[in-house]
């Protein structure tokens, strides 16, 4: 199973990560529709990320959540009603929304904002799932 | 290929604001289909939902319409808030007619898809009037603008089925099977005044179709008795704005925050996505409240046999999404899957039974002596597909155990079932025999008020004694829910309007257990202010179960913790969210009563809305035998002593059973004074004039209603 | 002498929330308790000692149907 993961002894808290994350998929800069969000704790930064664990899958009241090939958790939009209940659900709460998009959004360890970090304090690790 | 009657298009309209501003009117003798204007008047006064149906209904008919009069109308209404996703519970649909049990009018709150579907394909209510000659179908898809009514020879009578060949039918593929949803009933519906409808929804995870229940009053016996085998609709295509709410983001906050919580904090609580409302049955029977045989006493010791744990354990799947409509994370509505059955028509199959809800466990359960799971689930999967509602079958079946075991009637005169109290195997087949038409079935499924006029004249049965155990008022069986020793809940089941049935008010542990209502007037307050926020749930499409059934982490420190009032808040800001329109929680209330007035003053027009017709079975308030007095002597001696100062050491039983009495029913007098004088009613339970006004519900129709009886 | 829910219930010295639970019996899992007015959180029932005198209530948020 494909997931990202931070380490913040190496982050610097530029968030280049959020930017280059919601200009790919939203084409804004706005940390509200990233799905990496950087939390800044006395200057010690930590990610809210996806851990790809699929709780949301069984309880999404659409069955629009599936795990893809490489096990990331994925909603299908074409089923997604808009819910909110995973977004709700999330022990992590990285599953994020916005009110002008139909469905809810997370991370799915596509890589992007790994590039974009200047510090490589992001990978992209697999692992058994 | 079915035959075509009739073919309508027409144009979707856009829904705005939760309304499409459109109903649907069906004659189905004369094939006529007609499109009628939702009015500013409609939504100011009735809202939606079970509003727009007793509207509609009241001009349907006429004082003297019966259920199988040709104008005694079906009408559907999700209303506003149905059919949103983003809370829990928004997908209810509310189903009217005039009942065959009562004939007055039955309201019914169900879950299922086919409410919001027929609102999303541009029909705020749905109107079925008249009766057409040969069994037909009415298949509405609401992408394409597009009615058929065709003949439906050839499907099977069974809810499961037939919607599932229904489903595969008009679904494109197996992922389109999420947006149809069929209304139908089963084949006791012919035969019973007791017919239930079914909604359904499709299940992706379990791929097999699945069903709410419109259960109360009889429905489908209407339904078959129109000749409707089935309701179709298709629907594609709902998101988070398909009713263009005023304001999506106040939606989306609300649900999320509501969904939090559910995550945080079902599992210390009722653990509703577990067991659903099962969870209350060995609750019910610690507290001496669950109904067994009868409603003769408060538990048993083998009610374990069918505790939550047991279907939990050995029948229910766990850890799916379960909830009747999207976005429900309350997700309570479970399943027995691959479940064989033993008996009847489908014995050897493998079936998914829905259920047991707490009704299910308590009444074809504890209330029947029955104390085996299998047998619950069995009665349970054939309830639901012969289209019977469970709850007036149970509480007729326990009636009909009583006479028997008190040999007021004979095993010859049901025709040779042993129907005695814990007797599955006989219960069954009386279900097989109602499905059948045959036998005991047609006779037992008249319900209680006609049984007890059958037995007394036909089988020499003691009339008082009928009158005292008989658990029916105006017509309708009690639900599962031992209220004898609670005054307030008493009122709360015969002063309603549909009959008692406890979606208006559920006091039972508020009066008994927390004693926060001793006083009449504390009482009266309690059954007005709970039934009016109750019923206001079936104005707009909405479940009353995520209002209380899970309370945040700081409910407790709340003035009213009863109320939950940061829920209450929840549903002001939905409301408003979605209509656009500005009520505070007290407009809740008064938009809530406007419609609980007018289906009083409906009641009253129908030959049925006074005092007389409020009262209740003795049962229902004391111990009517020696046996019921002795099981909780102690009890009832105290209350002599403390309450009326006697001395019961100096009384014979009967003398203490017919005291007792005396006094309960007197209470019982007290209290339907003072609830009528809260409601704005009369002493003879007719809303004043004065009250109208003040709610703006001075209608000349309901004031011409009333003014003779003031 | 203590009041729960109004009704007079005997006291005995080192009761708590927990033991006016207990002795009346009450096995619902989701209460509201307060004493003399104040709401309590159900970590504190073990700990909470009751005085003689106190009014206790617990109320039992049944849903109902």
Known sequence: MKALHHRQEICTGCLACEIACSTAYFKTEDRNKSSIRILNNDNTFHANICTQCGECINMCTAHAIYRDRNGVVRINKHLCVGCMGCVGFCSELAMHYSDDLPEPFKCIACGICVKACPEGALEILMSKS | MSKILKEYTYTPAKIDKGYSGKSLYIHVGDLRIEEKEVTEFMKEKFVGGKGFDLWYLWHAVTPETRWDSPENEIVMSAGPLGGITQYSGTGKTLVCAISPLTDIPIDSNVGGYYGPLLKFSGWDALELQGKADKDILIFIDGNKGHIIIEEADDLPEDSHLLAEELTSRYAENEQDKVNVSVVSTGSAAKHVLMGMLNFSFYDPRRKTVRFKQAARGGLGTIFRDKHIKALVVKYKGIKGDTNNPADLATLNRVGIKYHKQMHDLDDKQN????IGTANTIMVMDKYDLLPTRNFQTGGDPDAYKISPQVFINEYLTQGIHDGCWYGCTMSCAKTADHFPLKTGPYAGQCVTVDGPEYECAAGLGANLGIFDPQAVLEQNFYCDTYGIDLISYATTVAFIMECYEREEISQEDMGGLDLRFGNAQASLELMHQMSRGEGFGPLAGLGIKKLKKIFVERFGADENLLDDIGMENKGLEYSEYLHKESLAQQGGFALTNKGPQHDEAWLIFM??????????????????????????????????????????????????????PEHVQNYVEIFNAVTGKNIDKEELILQSERVYQFQRIFNIRMGKGLREHDSAPYRSMGPVTREEYLSRQERYDKQLQELQGLDPSTMTLDEKIAKTRAYREKQFELLTDAVYKRRGWTNNGVPTIERLQELGMDLPMLLEIIKPHL | MITVNTKEHPWHKGMTVRTVIQ???????????????????????????????????????????
């Not at chain 2, 653990?271 to 577990?274: D, G, L, S, T």
């Not at chain 2, 009266?524 to 749930?537: E, G, Q, V």
């Not at chain 2, 209380?548 to 913790?561: E, G, S």
């Not at chain 3, 007015?37 to 617990?58: A, K």
């Open chain 2, 511 to 564: 009066d008994m257990v927390n004693n926060q209502i001793p006083s009449f007037e504390d009482k009266a307050y309690a059954l007005y202010y709970y039934p009016m926020f109750r019923t206001w749930f079936g104005l707009c499409g909405l479940c009353k179960l995520p209002w209380n059934d899970i309370v945040p982490a700081d409910n407790y420190l709340t003035d009213t913790p009863a109320k939950v």
């Open chain 3, 23 to 65: 002795e009346k019996g009450y096995t619902f899992t989701h209460l509201v308790v307060r004493v003399n007015g104040s709401p309590l959180h159900e970590s504190l029932y073990d700990s909470f000692e009751i005085h003689d005198g106190d009014e206790v209530l617990v109320l039992h948020l049944m849903a109902g149907g």
């Open chain 2, 271 to 274: 653990a509703m996505r577990k």
